[in-house]
């Protein structure tokens, strides 16, 4: 380590031993004593001794140098490992960061494809439901069925008729879809064309009043004449010819109305 005055304890040692050396040679020769022999002797070891000491210091600098600059390039070394680990350690929050959006966006993308899932499932009972509606619509049955009697070769209609007719008309209030069928019949009296023009008069009755009194729409009317055909009493009795003299007046509606129209009913009992 240098002194205050830039130098190693060696070499004030060494200084020290020289200045010893220099007085006792002084002093020899004060004296009268010394000799060159005695100087050889004596004073060229110290001298040797002397530049091994500044030899060995010397190297030591060296060594202390070497060590000291290794010291310095280790100082480097740690402070380019320290950036390095710093920036290391930013790359790593930012991957954190990343990966946390990552996950954000992975769980956005799963709750809409769950939203997905649920509508397209939605969609097919939709889908499901509208076709068994459909399926039912499309198979009608019977909601109401009447027999309107007619007199002898008559075909109008008269209280009693219109007012069986006026309970039909209520049937279908507020439906828009159904279907009223109107087959009309004679008994056997008279040839078969009378019969049948006679039971076309009566269906035309019927489904006149329908249309002009209630404003039941023509295409949700069929008619029929068809004379002495389907018998439904025996016709050789004065009642079963009565029977016979009718015009069947038939309600069809699709399944899900006849449905409907069963708990309307019941409501309103």
């Avoid at 996950?103 to 509508?119: F, I, M, V």
């Avoid at 007012?163 to 039909?168: G, M």
């Avoid at 025996?234 to 079963?240: A, L, V």
């Amino acid at each position: 380590m240098s002194s205050k005055f830039g130098e190693t304890k060696g070499e004030m040692k060494m200084k020290s031993t020289m200045i010893m050396a220099s007085a006792l040679a002084l002093s020899l020769v004060g004296t009268g004593c010394a000799t060159k022999k005695y100087v050889a002797k004596t004073i060229a070891p110290v001298e040797q001794r002397v530049t091994g000491t500044e030899g060995k210091n010397t190297e030591q600098d060296k060594q202390i140098t070497g060590h000291t600059q290794q010291i310095e390039e280790t100082e480097r070394d740690l402070s380019r490992t320290k950036e390095k680990l710093t920036d290391t350690d930013a790359k790593a929050v930012a991957a954190g960061q990343a990966a946390q959006k990552a996950d954000e966006k992975a769980d956005g993308a799963w709750k809409t494809a769950d939203g997905a899932r649920s509508l397209a499932e939605k969609g097919i009972d939709r889908s499901n439901q509208l076709e068994r509606t459909m399926e039912s619509m499309n198979k009608f049955q019977m909601l109401k069925s009447e027999a309107v009697l007619f007199k002898v070769n008559k075909w109008t209609l008269n209280d009693d008729a219109k007012a069986q007719l006026d309970e039909i008309a209520k049937s279908v209030n507020g439906m828009d879809r159904y279907v009223i069928e109107i087959q009309g019949f004679t008994d056997k009296t008279g040839s078969p064309a009378y019969n049948e023009t006679l039971s076309e008069q009566r269906a035309q009755e019927v489904a006149r009043y329908l249309a002009n009194e209630h404003k039941i729409p023509l295409r949700n009317i069929t008619m029929l004449g068809s004379g002495y055909a389907l018998p439904v009493a025996d016709d050789k009795t004065r009642e079963g010819r009565k029977m016979n003299r009718r015009v069947e007046v038939r309600i069809w509606v699709p399944e899900t109305s006849a449905a409907g129209k069963a708990v309307a009913s019941k409501g309103d009992q």
